[in-house]
C-alpha cells in the first residue's frame, strides 16, 4: 500500500508566487490534516478535514487554502508565498478524528 | 506557548543507557501517543495510551500515562543506535492533535 502520498518533496518559491501541495490516501480514510514543522516548535495544524466536502482552521492556518472534493485527495495551496512560510509541510490521515495519523513523508518548502 | 512541553529537548547517550523522556500539559486528554521521527520522512506511530495510569510496554520501550492524563513519560531501557530519533508526544484535544516539540534522541555506539 502506498499510505499517503505527497508532492513534491521539494520546492523552492519566490515571494508572492503561489503553489499547490498535493497530498492522497489510499485508505479511505476520512479524516486527513496538514501541519507544518518548524525547529523548535513541533508540528503545528494548519488545516483539516474531516470528510469529502468538509474543512476546517486548525492552529496557524492564515495564507493557507485547502479543499476535499474526494476522500483521497487533499491539496494545500500557498495562495502568496511569504518567507514565514519557509517550513516543512506534511499531510497526514486517519479512520477517524483522534485516531492512529499516517504521515507521508514531507515537502520541504523555501520562500526566498 | 506549547500545550505540551516535552524534555529534554535534546539527549546524547552511549549505547546501553537507560533513559527517559517526558510530556506535560496543564490541559487533560482524552489520549496521548508517542510518535517516531527519522530524518527526512514523517512521524510513525509507536502507541497510544488512554487510560490514566496506564502503562505500555513495546519490547524495550516503556510508556506511562499520568493518573490525571495530563502528562506521560518514554522509559528505554539499554538504548541501542537505532533507537535515535525525534520522539514526539501528541495529545487529543477538541478538534485536532496537538503536538510537543519533540526530544531530539542521538545514541552513540
Known amino acids: 500500500n502506498a499510505g499517503v502520498t505527497q508532492t513534491p518533496k521539494f520546492q523552492v518559491l519566490k515571494t508572492g508566487q503561489s503553489m499547490t501541495l498535493q497530498c492522497a490516501q489510499d485508505m479511505n480514510h476520512e479524516y486527513m490534516s496538514w501541519y507544518r514543522q518548524d525547529p523548535g516548535m513541533g508540528l503545528r495544524l494548519i488545516h483539516y478535514s474531516v470528510g469529502a466536502g468538509i474543512t476546517d482552521q486548525g492552529e496557524v492556518p492564515n495564507g493557507y487554502n485547502v479543499s476535499r472534493s474526494t476522500t483521497e485527495d487533499f491539496p494545500l495551496r500557498l495562495l502568496s508565498a511569504a518567507p514565514s512560510q519557509t517550513s516543512v509541510y506534511f499531510c497526514a490521515s486517519s479512520g477517524t478524528r483522534g485516531e492512529k495519523l499516517f504521515f507521508g513523508s514531507g515537502t520541504q518548502l523555501s520562500v526566498l | 506557548t506549547q500545550l505540551l512541553e516535552q524534555s529534554p529537548q535534546f539527549l546524547s547517550i552511549q549505547e546501553g543507557e537507560n533513559l527517559t523522556v517526558y510530556c506535560n500539559s496543564s490541559?487533560?486528554?482524552?489520549?496521548l501517543q508517542w510518535y517516531r521521527q527519522e530524518p527526512g520522512e514523517g512521524p510513525v506511530l509507536l502507541v497510544t495510551?488512554?487510560?490514566?495510569?496506564e502503562v505500555k510496554k513495546l519490547k524495550r520501550l516503556t510508556f506511562q500515562f499520568g493518573d490525571a492524563r495530563k502528562d506521560s513519560s518514554l522509559h528505554i531501557t539499554a538504548a541501542q543506535p537505532g533507537d535515535t530519533g525525534l520522539y514526539l508526544c501528541a495529545g487529543a484535544a477538541f478538534y485536532d492533535m496537538r503536538f510537543g516539540a519533540g526530544t531530539r534522541l542521538t545514541v552513540k555506539p
Open positions: 490541559s487533560v486528554f482524552s489520549s
Open positions: 495510551v488512554v487510560t490514566g495510569g
